[in-house]
Every structure is written in structure tokens, then in C-alpha cells.
């Protein structure tokens, strides 16, 4: 393999992280995402980064992951969580270790702004693979459950 640079992305990259979401949709859910929708709202991000930031990494000018960043306010440590969501390794780069640099570059990019109080995800309960990648890298499950409506 070679080097992985990890980076955050623009928006030449819309069209690889859409991609990647409708991708992601379908094996985890089977749900199809409309693409214009999905284009819109991946750019809407990248524009206005108060909505959050997505991380790309890259191998050879080829985008080969990403991740995005959204926050959440918590008024109890007056301090943001980044949630960690979109998540996507291509089939022929999955466990090398690169969804590993973006975490990594996550954390550091959250060190720096200094008001971060800690990171969260939501990950799919039969993925078992996933779960055992996020606790080896030092998350651990909550006593939360989501709903929505």
C-alpha cells in the first residue's frame, strides 16, 4: 500500500463523497440516496464548515475514504462533541488501518480548537467489524440508544 495522506475536502471532492455515501447507504441499509439531494447536502457542508467537515484520504491522487464531522452542543461541559458519521473505506483498502489516520487527524484537528469535549458515532448493531475498529482505537459503547421520528 502506499502512503495514505489525509486531508480535509473540497469541493472537487463532492462527487467521490457522494459516491461513497450512496455506497454506504446501500451496505449498511439497502436505502437508495437521491443523488441530487445528496449532492446538494455534501456541498452545503463543505462550504459553510460551521455545518461541520468532511476528511478525505487519498492514495495516489484517488480518494479512498472519508469521514465526516457534525457538532453537538453539550451544555453540561459547555463544550462541543464531534460526531463522527459517513464513514466509508473502499472495498480494496479496507483494514489498512485508514479509517485509523482519519480518526487520528479528527483528534488533532480537535485539539486545536481547544473546546472539544469528545467524539461520537453512531455504527450499525450487526456490524461487528466496525464496532471492534472503534473500541481498539479507544471508543467505547455508551448506555444511550437513539431514537428518531
Given at each position: 500500500m502506499g502512503k495514505i495522506n489525509i486531508r480535509v475536502a473540497?469541493?472537487?471532492d463532492v462527487s467521490s463523497l457522494v459516491?461513497?455515501?450512496?455506497l454506504m447507504a446501500w451496505e449498511t441499509e439497502q436505502k437508495k440516496l437521491d443523488e441530487d439531494t445528496?449532492?446538494?447536502g455534501v456541498s452545503a457542508l463543505i462550504?459553510?464548515?460551521?455545518k461541520g467537515f468532511y476528511l478525505v484520504a487519498e492514495q495516489n491522487d484517488e480518494v479512498v475514504g472519508s469521514l465526516m464531522v457534525t457538532t453537538e452542543w453539550s451544555d453540561w461541559r459547555n463544550a462541543v462533541f464531534w460526531?463522527?458519521?459517513s464513514v466509508y473505506i473502499t472495498p480494496d483498502f479496507r483494514r489498512?488501518?485508514?479509517?485509523?489516520?482519519?480518526?487520528?487527524?479528527?483528534k488533532a484537528l480537535a485539539e486545536q480548537q481547544q473546546n472539544v469535549c469528545g467524539f461520537r458515532l453512531y455504527v450499525e448493531?450487526?456490524?461487528?467489524?466496525a464496532q471492534k475498529t472503534y473500541e481498539s482505537l479507544g471508543m467505547h459503547p455508551t448506555h444511550y440508544l437513539m431514537y428518531e421520528e
Amino acid at each position: 500500500m502506499g502512503k495514505i495522506n489525509i486531508r480535509v475536502a473540497k469541493l472537487q471532492d463532492v462527487s467521490s463523497l457522494v459516491k461513497f455515501n450512496q455506497l454506504m447507504a446501500w451496505e449498511t441499509e439497502q436505502k437508495k440516496l437521491d443523488e441530487d439531494t445528496l449532492s446538494k447536502g455534501v456541498s452545503a457542508l463543505i462550504i459553510d464548515d460551521t455545518k461541520g467537515f468532511y476528511l478525505v484520504a487519498e492514495q495516489n491522487d484517488e480518494v479512498v475514504g472519508s469521514l465526516m464531522v457534525t457538532t453537538e452542543w453539550s451544555d453540561w461541559r459547555n463544550a462541543v462533541f464531534w460526531w463522527v458519521q459517513s464513514v466509508y473505506i473502499t472495498p480494496d483498502f479496507r483494514r489498512q488501518g485508514i479509517y485509523a489516520q482519519l480518526y487520528a487527524q479528527v483528534k488533532a484537528l480537535a485539539e486545536q480548537q481547544q473546546n472539544v469535549c469528545g467524539f461520537r458515532l453512531y455504527v450499525e448493531k450487526e456490524n461487528l467489524i466496525a464496532q471492534k475498529t472503534y473500541e481498539s482505537l479507544g471508543m467505547h459503547p455508551t448506555h444511550y440508544l437513539m431514537y428518531e421520528e
